[in-house]
């Protein structure tokens, strides 16, 4: 996987991400779909072939914006959206080396997320499919996520357990075809990301949390503090990460008063070996107790070197064949939302041009329109 950087004036960053094999050259029977990406702090556009081959993968990263506020701004992502998502559309079109006529329909992420955010790519999706006449498939955020498994991987295939970690969500779910879920655990708090992003804020690493503590855990001692793993008794597979972070702040509150110096590093390891464990220890619980011998994990956390190692290590100590996208695939784009549109185009979903962000969308609950176009 190859990422071209380039940083432009307003410091929003504009990442191509090419994989080397990909082939625009269309057959009969091939479905393109031009994928679009808003809900958050991303805008994003890619083309993908078949479900898994990514044509083009646009990505332009507004993080360094919100980095001075120590989180996403709404206001500020919107209008970021608004002003890059065009560029981004059309760079996605030509490094595939096609116009929106070769396209087969038109996909974007319609929850949850930012209403304001999605609206900017829901408009855009619509504003396409009403001008070129291509059919608009409405995807849910998490579906996106989940399907970026399906991009490297192409032997992949449902039934499959699959730990879903990002900035909003926790969820353990079972994969059982494709668009078809069930969840079997989900935090009943903080999500992962947003604990990591909480702790990094707390430890003075800054925003946004997961990377850094990433990068400083590496330098620290994962066993220098305990901090307290949630186990729920009558919910086995449910996260909760509040107590985590509390006993995380607890002790930063008495170091400063006691006048110790924090060590960042030491924290950062034993806070990510908390969290780690735990996504674990449920995952490979689940596909045991479930019978599944294929578990993928996706979402921002995903790209976390820590989870990816210890899945690893205990995957092959269970045999179980363990699955994973390339860290640039985990966090927010539009490739993933593609490869998710693509299953639901061959079951026939196509969404009205009334299609609306939904920003609380519920995995498995989506609001499909099989309603022809206009109405
Ligand atoms: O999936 P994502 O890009 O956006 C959402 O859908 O939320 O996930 C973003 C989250 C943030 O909370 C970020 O801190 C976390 O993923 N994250 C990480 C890492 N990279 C991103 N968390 C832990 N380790 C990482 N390397
Ligand atoms: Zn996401």
Redesign the pocket.
Known sequence: MKIDKNVEDDGVIFMSIKDGNSDAVKDSGDVLILAIES??D?TAAAVVKNGREVLSNIISSQIALHTIYGGVVPEIASRKHVEKMNGCIRAALSEAHLTLKDIDAVAVTYGP?LVGALLVGVSEAKAISFATGKPLIGVH??EG?ISANFIENKDLEPPFVCLV?????SHLVVVKDYGEYEIIGQTRDD????A??KV?RAIGLG?????????AAREGNPDAFTFPQAQIPDAEYDFSFSGLKSSVLNYINQAKMQGQELDQADVAASF?KAVVEVLVSHAIKACKEYGYNKLAI??????????RELMEKECKANKIQFYRPS?VL???NAAMIGAAAYYEYKKGVRFGLDMNAVPNLPLGDRERKFHGRGN
């Open positions: 809900s958050c991303e997320g955020h998490i996520h970690v990002s900035g909003g969500h999500a992962a990301g947003e990591f992003d990094a925003y946004p949390g997961g990377p850094k503590i990433d990068k990510q996706a979402g921002g956390v995903a790209s976390n070197s820590g989870l860290p985990c966090t927010d």
